[in-house]
Each structure stands twice: as C-alpha cells, then as structure tokens.
C-alpha cells in the first residue's frame, strides 16, 4: 500500500529540519522527511572537534568532488555535504554568520518580493537563540528563542589569537561587537552553534523535537530517486534504501518540498524530467518541464590559507591535540570547562576589504592557532604554527551541476569554475596580500618564526595566483543550482515564493534557491529561508 502525507520532505539538514518542525506544529498537518543517511547516531557528530572524523567518513557525508580545472592546477575538490540526520549541520565547521544586509537586499532588487534584509530579519531572528551579550544598539537585531539554535561565543581562547586580534587593530581594522547585527566590518571572534561543549545541529535543534509528535515521520537510509508527477503536478517521491533495492513511493497529498542541498537538489530534479531539455535528452529522461536555470548558476567560495611557524615553547592547537595533552584537554570538555575539543575550526574571523575604498567587505579571512598540513583537510602539522585563509564574499565565477546518469549512487558532475572571472582572480590576491599584512604585525612577531605556506619566495601576482591554483579548496558553501527569480526570467528555477516555475505541488527550501551568494557561510541563511518558507506554506505569508 502506498502511503500518503500532507506533505514529504526530501532532505533533514537545515532547512529540512527547520520546515519538519514548523509544518508539524498543526497536529491536522502530517509530514514524512526521508534522509538518505543514517540517524545522526556517529558521536563524533555531538563533539566539535569531532568534524575531523566525519568530514571524510562517506558513513554519514557525500564525498562529492569537483571536476578537474585548470584553475584548480588540475585538482579534484573534495566538496563534502552532509548525509545524516541534520545534514550538513551535523558536519559543519560550526559558525553562524548571517552576513550583510545588502546581500538580501539584492536579492529583492532582482524582482523577488519580501526578500530584503527588513523583510527577512524577523526569520533570523526567530531561528536563532543568542546566549550571550548584546550590545543595546543590536539588540533587538538578535533572536533569543528556546526552541532555536543557540549561538554562544568563542570560550577557549588562545594567546597567539589574542596577538592576532591586536595586531589587526594596529593596522586599522577595528574590533567588531558582533558582526552578525548588521554591521559586519572588523576582527574577532566567531560565534558558534554549541552549547554546552556540544553540537547543536539542526536535527538536535528542530528535528528531534518534532519526531515527538506523531504527525511526523522520518524515514533514514532513504535515498530519493524520483519525483513522481501527475502532469505537471509532483504527487510523491520513489526512493531507494539501498542499491539495486525495490523502489518504494510515498505520496504527498499538498507538496514535495526539496530541501536537499545545492548538488542533490539540483541533480533530483534533472533525473526526474524538471531541467535543460538537452540535458535531460542524454540522460534518457522525459522531460516533464523545460527548466534552462535547474544545476546552473553554481557558485561556492574559494579559499587560500597561509602557514607560518611559531617560535620554539609557544602553545598552539598542534600540541594541544596529541599525547597527554590531548588527555588533559579531554577531561576538561567532559567536566565541562573550556577545551580544545569544543571550538570551531576556524576561531577568529576578519571581514574586510581587498582593496581600500570600497564601501563594504568584500572579504573574509580566517585564523586559527593551529597549523594545517600542505595539501591536507584539517590535518595538523607536527611543528606548532597558526594557519590564515581569506575568501571572496561574491564570487562572479559559476558553475554547474550535471547529473551523469540516473542511478542516484552515481555522483553527479560538479564544477564550480573557481577564479573564472578576472574580477574573481583580482579580488583574491588582493585577499592574499591581506593576510600577509594580518600575519606579518609586531604584535603576532614575538609568537611567530616565518612563513612555511605558501613561503617568502612566492612574491608576486603570478606566483600567488599559482598558489592559490594548487593550494586553494573549497569552504563548502554551495548554492545557486535552483535560483530564486521571476517567471519572466528564462534562467529561474523557483518564484519568490520557493515554488518551481510551471509545476505545481513542487517546491525548493535550501541553499540551491540562493540567487547570488551571501557574504558569510550559508548555514545561518539557510536556517532563514526555511523559516520564511514555513510561513509561505502555512499561509501566514502569501
């Protein structure tokens, strides 16, 4: 027998979560959130420090990797997303950053009504619990709801941190008091989604609350394959709980809301007919709506990080994390004091400008007082040093997302374009010079010894751009593949009110909807837009 619910949810990350929770606040109203992954049961998830383990552990993430570039020296990215229960929230760095006003703004100015910064505020808001100060003149900018996810401050801190912080002062970067109130310019440290010494994924936040009441049902190990139509009307989802398993369908009596990241999204809707007719024509799928705009407009931040040495006897993360120092810090998180096991990869952030003159930011820069092995994903080096990176908030370069085939264990080709458009490549330098003068002040000099990464022989634009081409990796913050515009616009995938263009009973609630990338991480987005989608669902807002 087939089942049916008002409405199915394919995805539990961030905005899965969220809408699981809100939809089921209706006890009328009853919702099925299938999850490819596992039930987020792995304990590294709960432990912040834990993301080292889980970042390359396929049990509970998509190990999806980039095409081979040129601009990437030939390189496949790893790009992981999450795949459990909480998705990406499960495995994520841990950083809430709303970014800028202008970024919603924009995204109102492109013809998407109630998108601007006024308009989407109360949903930052009404996700978010703030533990911890305010300033009086941001206060009413925060949220401080229970049954939100708590955002706390950096509560380990490190000297050479401290040293770094001061030393970007001196060169007249001013220190920010919360760069989440609208005001996102200057230097300090982030704030985080733990509480407690613990994870506070969307799933613990939203989704394990609402699996209390029996109008809602999660099915995990649950892989979508097929958005099922009548017409042009989505009235279900196949699925698969393993390779080669008998399909199984469940039916969605209102709609099918697809909250399953930027590349999942993306390629769900190519294989079920939504998407470029050509495209759709090689992949041997009728095509059930010609959607030009469905796996284009791809875009993520491209990173570079720089190593330098600290000086013999300084303390830095590297030697935190082995031997009986790594004990010691141990029995500090589990006695609930301030460890090295409850951080954040990155702990203090710079939002600034490449180039003197500009209004706003136009970059982020990061530092950690730890040092990462060359050509490694948060492996630390066996010498103490601290690592510095810095990224483009907007990247013009844009990519695509193509389903290979229709076997949805099959991972689909993914190319970002990183550094494609010289604006891109002008806006990166100009980053990486930054994070010499950030490294090179007086006040980090008594810490540090000199620069391993990229090192004192890469001086000029060429030869940092050669770098950044070998060295450089992805922040995992994808979005675009089914952007948010009006009908009238051929490369839209989705109306302001997240509803696919020509098809009904179809919508979209996650980072893919993004027109243009926010200039911050797209966690504390995401959370938002699921919130404001809710209220389109449940008719608060129409």
């Known amino acids: 027998m087939t089942e049916s619910f008002d409405y199915v949810i394919v995805g539990s990350g961030a905005a899965g979560s969220v809408l699981a929770n809100r939809l089921t606040a209706d006890p009328a109203v009853t919702v099925c959130v299938l999850e490819a992954g596992p039930p987020d049961r792995n304990p590294f998830i709960h432990i912040p420090a834990g993301f080292i383990k889980t970042l390359a552990n396929p049990a509970v993430t998509w190990q999806f990797k980039t095409e081979a570039i040129p601009m990437t020296g030939g390189r496949r990215i790893s790009t992981t997303q999450g ?32 998108w601007g910064y006024a308009d989407c505020l109360p949903y930052y808001r009404r996700s978010e619990n703030r533990i911890g100060p305010v300033g ?10 229970a049954d939100g996810i708590p955002i706390t401050d950096m509560d380990w801190i490190n000297q050479v941190s401290e040293a770094f912080i001061r030393g970007c002062e001196g060169i007249g970067i001013p220190r920010a008091p919360d760069y989440n109130s609208g005001q996102q310019a200057g230097v300090g440290y982030y704030q985080r ?36 139509f009548e017409g042009t009307r989505a009235t279900g989802i196949a699925y698969l709980t393993a390779r080669g398993a008998a399909p199984r369908q469940v039916m969605a009596r209102r709609e099918v809301i697809l909250c399953s990241g930027t590349v999942n999204t993306a390629r769900l809707l190519q294989i079920s007919g939504v998407g470029p007719a050509e495209l759709l024509g090689r992949l041997g799928v009728p095509v059930v709506r010609d959607v ?8 993520d931040h491209y990173a570079s990080r720089f190593v330098m040495r600290a000086k013999p006897g300084v303390e830095t993360l590297n030697e935190l994390a082995r031997g009986l120092k790594l004990g010691a810090q141990i029995a500090r998180w589990a006695t609930g004091r301030p460890s090295i096991l409850a951080t954040t990869p990155s702990h203090v952030h710079v ?38 990176g810095a990224w483009q908030h907007r990247p013009e370069s844009t990519g695509w997302v193509r389903a290979r085939s229709t076997d949805v264990f099959e991972d689909p080709e993914i190319n970002p374009n990183y550094l494609s458009d010289p604006m891109d490549i002008r806006v990166h330098l100009g980053g990486m010079k930054l994070l010499r003068r950030m490294l090179g002040t007086p006040e980090l000099g008594q810490y540090l010894d000199g620069e391993t990464l990229p090192g004192p022989k890469v001086q000029g634009d060429d030869e940092l751009l050669d770098f950044a081409k070998r060295n450089g990796s992805t922040t995992y913050h994808l979005i675009g593949t089914a952007r948010m515009g009006p009908e009238t616009d051929p490369t839209a995938v989705v109306s302001d009110r997240l509803l696919v263009h020509g098809l009904a009973g179809l919508r979209v609630v996650d980072a893919s909807i993004m027109p243009s990338m926010p200039s911050a991480n797209t966690y504390a987005t995401t959370l938002m837009i699921a919130e404001r989608a809710a209220d389109f669902i449940t008719g608060a807002v129409t």
């Open 193 to 228: 989604t733990i509480r407690n010494g613990r994870r506070i994924s969307a799933a613990v936040a939203f989704l394990r609350p609402a699996m209390k009441r029996p109008n809602l049902e999660v099915r995990t190990n649950a892989r979508a394959s097929r958005i099922l």
């Open 136 to 145: 009086k003149e941001i206060g009413e900018s925060r949220g401080r709801n």
């Open 292 to 299: 030009r705009g469905v796996g284009s407009n791809f875009r």
């Open 351 to 388: 939002f600034w400008k490449s180039f003197e003159g500009l209004d706003q930011p136009d970059l982020q820069c990061v530092f950690t007082p730890g040092s990462y092995a060359e050509g490694k994903v948060y492996v630390l080096d066996d010498y103490p040093g601290v690592t510095a």
């Open 83 to 114: 795949r459990t229960l909480g998705g990406s929230s499960s495995v994520n760095g841990l950083i809430y950053n709303r970014g800028q006003p202008t970024d919603l703004d924009s995204w109102a100015q492109r013809g998407n009504r109630g």
